[in-house]
């Protein structure tokens, strides 16, 4: 079973090394919190906020996910050098129609630092 790396407060990292290495693998859930049922919305995964991640041919986000509760309902992969092999901030713009409230996390994987997952986000669906 792999280890999953769940989301760090990074402001009570003291170390540079350890802020940056959890900042810049995790992944964010960027939606709106309350959709009207049956409307397409957008739901936007972004990994890091304030550090950017490589895009070497040997170390890259290679897959992200978007999961509701226990399912899997988008999967997006990428290949070295979608980002020109400069840092930068993995994303992808997933589109949903809802049929019900949901609870949406985002899982990403590192090719050489594992599987790292979002804050989990509840989107209310209203009619
Ligand atoms: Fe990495």
């Known amino acids: 079973m792999p280890r ?3 989301p760090v407060d990074i402001s009570k990292e003291e170390k540079e ?4 290495y959890f900042d810049r693998h995790t992944p964010h859930v960027i939606c709106e919190s309350e959709v009207k049922r049956g409307d397409k919305f957008k739901v936007k995964v972004v990994i890091g906020d304030e550090y950017s991640h490589p895009d070497d041919h040997d170390h890259y ?7 509701n509760r226990e399912t899997l309902i988008a999967t ?13 901030h993995f994303e ?10 949901m609870n ?8 050489n630092h ?6 989990s986000v509840e989107v209310k669906v209203v009619d």
Do not use: E, H
């Open 4 to 6: 999953v790396f769940k």
């Open 17 to 20: 090394l350890r802020k940056d």
């Open 61 to 67: 986000i290679s897959t992200i996910q978007l999961w």
């Open 76 to 88: 997006a992969s990428f290949s070295s050098g979608m980002l020109a092999n400069q840092k930068s």
């Open 92 to 101: 992808v713009d997933f589109y949903i129609i809802p049929s019900v409230s």
């Open 104 to 111: 949406l996390t985002a899982m990403a994987v590192c090719t």
């Open 114 to 119: 594992g599987l790292w997952q979002s804050d």
